[in-house]
């Protein structure tokens, strides 16, 4: 998902860690300045500011299609949508910050190619179609993911969650809007619809990580409340949820192995290719390399505002102080 | 062309182009909360442009609606200022583009409010809001990184060196707007140039930045004359729904 | 490296006679930037009519540690709130 294959480390298992593990399992929010286990610390930090990343770096992706927008209203939803992920990107790492690690240093480990995101924004935006795709699909798997996370043992990253949740329901909702005039639209119209369908649906599922059958840190993240259902589980429901949308717009599935099945009460579907999925996990991906130059070249050519507002301030403060 | 539609195309399309500029910062700004405050700046001068697009379309009267007056005219048809056709350079070109447009756009829409025509001065009284929060903004960072560091200093005077000439664009005038003015849609745009240059002469000096001296003047947007960036941003705007002509989006 | 800016606590007020209320944080240079960065960031939907910004490192809390001692004794003052006394109902509304 968005944060994937986070590392939780090994559990201890002290006095403090016992009376840790019952607030936790009694629903008991744990807040920024509470007692909490190095591991669970590291873990919060690890999984927050890869969410956070993702939403920073997922702007791009679809920033590339804001002053192509094919109509004025369509420019100004996209423009709102993106500037969400910067918010999104924002209330995360501020909640991240109550955890002890300043929203610097963690910008320096994503700039540096040391922190993970989602592998999902390295795939590259090549028609207006995708911008549909985009919204429809991976803020569909990421509303799935982020609805349990309101619930998260961590209060400030639980509150970050809601508000984050309120914000995006129009995403995919837009998204899907994109789609839909797409298919009612001119056969090339409806040609790109499909062909964005394609491109999208298995990097889509793999935004939910391995299963969980392959994942060591799933469990400690579940026992800890940070993490609240499988990847599998999440696949499944998305797969569940969108199908049928699909056929209502009248696409098709790129999925030869996707059926209904009546037994288990949803869809059987293909094995994604994890060895891409590990590739661009590794920087390996289509855009990962124009993802981090991207990202650098803003955090650099920015640093003289950045110090210039600093400067000014401190000037400020010298005069008032004399 | 009909004097209103005229004017409301040169209000219209300056409002596209600086917001089409604009939000190319989304994803790309010196900081997060900038990538925010600057996008929204973009949201208002988006829509302030379907409103100058509707009533230039009505007056019009052949059907067009505003997205065929930003996706189907060519740069020639274009009336803004070039002012805000000027690349993004870099950051402190932008908010200084920003600003000098402000510095014009907020006299310009208050004497807009008391306009004769009914639909503009409606337009006016919405936007002004707008308008007066993005001068606040604009202005407190023009101030702020003129007299901040050494270097933010030159890279905001380097700004304004290369963009003042072009702030003359945003006030040409010709025989459009007297028609306009002795209609009473116009106020007396006099009092416009001379809140302009109140404005800045103000802010620059607050700032530290010396506004150049020697006078020169870029005109021609609002006649449909631009720079050489505006194919560009044009090609790159209309491309997709030029490439499919019979499409609705 | 340059310096980061300071963090800072918003608070704001929904509508006519709610208090402020503590909806985040951001950073930002001084406190007028932090007021302005606050309404382009917590703002866009159009949810506030009144912000505050405090600086994070000027707030001062307990340690959660000593929650006990601050916040037991309370509890047992059960006679504070009006369901401990009970009224016959034939007294009427009360």
Redesign the interface.
Known sequence: MYAQLVETGAAETSEKDREFQEKIDRGVRI?A???MPEGYRKTLIRQISQHAHSEIVGQLPEGNWITRAPSLQRKAILL?KV??EA?HG??LY?AA?TLGI???EMTAQLLSGKAKYSSIFNYPTLTWADIGAVGWLVDGAAIMNQVPLQRCSYGPYS??MI?VCK?ESFHQRQGFDIMRQLCQGTDDQKAMAQDALNRWWWPSLMMFGPSDKDSVHSEQSMKWGIKQNTNDELRQKFVDQTVPQAEWLGLTVPDPDLAWNEAKGGYDFGEPDWSEFYEVLKGNGPCNRDRLAARNKAWDDG?WY??G??A??EK?QTIAAE | MDSLVTFCLRMGDTTLILGQQTAAWCGHAP???ED??FA?MGLDLIGQTQLWYEIAAEAEGRGRTPDDLAFFRTERQFLNAQLVERPNTDFAHALMRQYLFDAWHLPMQEALCESGHEAIRDLARKSVKEVR?HI??SR?LIV?LGDGSDESRAKMQAALDALWPYAADLMATDAVEETLAAQGVLPDLARVRRAFEAETAATMARATLDIPANGHARTGGRTGIHTETMGYILAEMQQVPRSYPDARW | ?????P?WEIFIRGQHGLSHRH????????A??AL??A???YT??NEGMSIWVVESAKIT?F???TAEQNFAAPKSKVYRHPSFFEIPDDVGAM
């Open positions: 807040e300045n509470d007692w709102a500037q969400d918010g924002l209330y501020c910050e300043s929203r610097d509150r970050a508000r914000e640093a950045r110090d507002l600093i000014h301030a400020q | 900081v997060l909360e925010i405050a929204n929060y606040n903004r407190d702020r | 490296m340059s310096k980061e800016w963090l909806v985040g944080s951001l950073h930002a240079p001084d007028e930037m302005k960065n309404r382009d960031v866009r939907r809390a340690d959660p540690d």
